[in-house]
């Protein structure tokens, strides 16, 4: 039982190159969310989903995009990266009616 | 709208107690959380606490809730090097069907010799 999943976990870009931030959870869990890390700010909210299909803009969804094709998998992407956007990255998923968020260990993303 | 504020640092001494603040603005909030960042790992919840409680213990730690403050605090007791990590609270604002569980900025724990 792998829980959450990310890859990859480090990631050097230079600006304005793409790139896509996957996350697999093998818990059945209808949300998921991506949250951004950043020293001083906690974490903060970019998008979520509440089910196969759907996403929903966070706190800070600007340069991002997101898609939730299968139940299980929730894919964050930049189009052009930007130095602001260098961070560390988490996923995390929850079952619906319980109470817990259970997080993936993180991706670490510089932008150059 | 939702905030969620804690200090950022704490420095203790080891086998002392630590005690960690938080301040919420949701007065809605339905559970409210504490998990644990260990050095280059994701979180890992620690405890919780339904919004209709004001105390839980388990083995070291103690979580108080006082609603009418809003205000949240942990305390660990006998602390251990194993316990320097960065805290996170963390609320569930009740009328969040999607669960949008909204973190403070951390408190980052340090433990003295």
């Known amino acids: 039982n792998a829980g959450v999943t990310q890859t990859p976990k480090f990631r050097v870009l230079k600006t304005g190159q793409s790139m896509t931030l996957l996350c697999a959870q093998d818990?059945?869990?209808?949300?998921m969310y991506w949250y951004r890390q950043d020293p001083g700010m906690g974490l903060r909210l970019i998008h979520y989903s509440v089910g196969e299909g759907t996403t929903a803009k966070g706190e800070v969804p600007d340069g991002y995009n997101v898609s939730r094709l299968k139940k299980q998998n929730f894919l964050l992407g930049l189009e052009s990266a930007a130095p602001s956007q260098t961070s560390v990255y988490f996923c995390?998923?929850?079952?619906?009616?319980?109470?817990?968020?259970?997080f993936g260990a993180g991706s670490r993303l510089t932008v150059l | 709208g939702e905030d969620v504020e804690q200090s950022l640092f704490l420095s203790v001494r080891e086998g002392d107690s630590s005690v960690i603040n938080c301040t919420y603005t949701?007065?809605?909030?339905?559970?409210l959380y504490w998990y644990k960042q260990e050095p280059g790992a994701g979180l890992q919840l620690l405890t919780y606490i339904f919004s209709n409680m004001d105390m839980k213990q388990d083995q070291r730690l103690t979580v108080l809730l006082n609603k009418k403050d809003k205000h949240l605090s942990l305390r660990i007791a006998d602390t251990q090097t194993g316990d320097s990590a960065i805290y996170f609270c963390?609320?569930?604002?009740?009328?969040?069907?999607?669960?949008?569980?909204?973190f403070g900025s951390g408190t980052r724990l340090s433990i003295r010799p």
């Open positions: 818990m059945n869990h209808e949300y």
């Open positions: 995390a998923s929850l079952y619906r009616g319980a109470n817990v968020l259970t």
């Open positions: 949701d007065s809605s909030s339905t559970y």
């Open positions: 963390a609320e569930r604002p009740g009328y969040s069907s999607a669960s949008k569980i909204i």
